[in-house]
């Protein structure tokens, strides 16, 4: 069965620096989504990607993050100057090979694990 | 805009016995509801979901889930409980956006 990849599952990086989250959506989907959790807590919406370019975005998804679509495969999450605050697991989810966006289930990926020191 | 609310942080039951998951909405037009459920250290797994139709949808592993739209409610069932259903249990809702809100998640615990 298909699914969602991420790498890499763990990064741990200094506060002030960038990191990329890669994932690997679903090879026929073409709605793309990044999330995020707190310590096991709430996921929170990020930003949703259509069209090479961004759908929707939360209040969260400030000037810090960036999503890309670099080519037919990947898609990443940039976040410049990591914060503290910025320590979650991060989830990639894909879903919907066509039509309406809104009903279809997201599948998501195994997440990774940002930590911020 | 949507919103989700799950408002039990904990349910326990006992192996054997029915068990309900509780989660009610809020959204300004027609609701798209997914439950997911998360293992320690995984990602979300897609459950259920409804969409239009039928109220009482089935899914995954046996569960099921009511809709209501009088109580807008949208609890997650399941007849006779599993100790490997112990897992963090997430219901979520869409409108017309793209964004999917998720509920805060309630634990389940199932005990021999």
């Known amino acids: 069965e298909p699914e969602v990849t991420q790498t890499p599952s763990h990064q741990v990086t200094q506060m002030g620096q960038e990191v990329i989250l890669r994932c690997v959506p679903i090879?026929?989907?073409?709605?793309f989504y990044w999330y995020r959790q707190i310590l096991g807590q709430k996921v929170e919406f990020l930003v949703s990607f259509y069209n090479n370019e961004i759908s929707e975005k939360s209040e969260i998804f400030d000037d810090q993050f960036s999503v890309e679509r670099p080519d037919g495969s990947n898609f990443t999450l940039k976040i410049r100057s990591t914060k503290l605050e910025d320590s979650a697991m991060y989830f990639c989810?894909?879903?919907?090979?066509?039509?309406?966006?809104?009903?279809?289930?997201?599948?998501f990926g195994p997440g990774t694990r940002l930590t911020v020191t | 805009a949507q919103s989700v609310a799950q408002p039990e942080d904990q349910v326990n039951v006992a192996e054997g016995n029915p068990l309900t998951v509780k989660c009610t909405y809020s959204v300004s037009g027609n609701p798209y509801l997914f439950w997911y459920v998360q293992y320690p250290n995984r990602g979300l797994q897609f459950l259920l979901k409804?969409?239009?139709?039928?109220?009482l949808v089935k899914g995954s592993y046996g569960f099921e889930a009511e809709f209501n739209k009088s109580q807008t409610s949208f609890h997650l069932k399941k007849p006779s409980a599993l100790v490997s259903d112990s897992a963090l249990y997430f219901c979520a809702v869409r409108d017309s956006g793209n964004d999917m809100r998720f509920g805060a998640g309630t634990r389940l615990t199932v005990k021999p």
């Open positions: 409804y969409i239009t139709g039928d109220n």
């Open positions: 090879s026929n989907h073409l709605y």
């Open positions: 989810a894909s879903s919907g090979p066509s039509g309406s966006p809104f009903t279809y289930e997201q599948y």
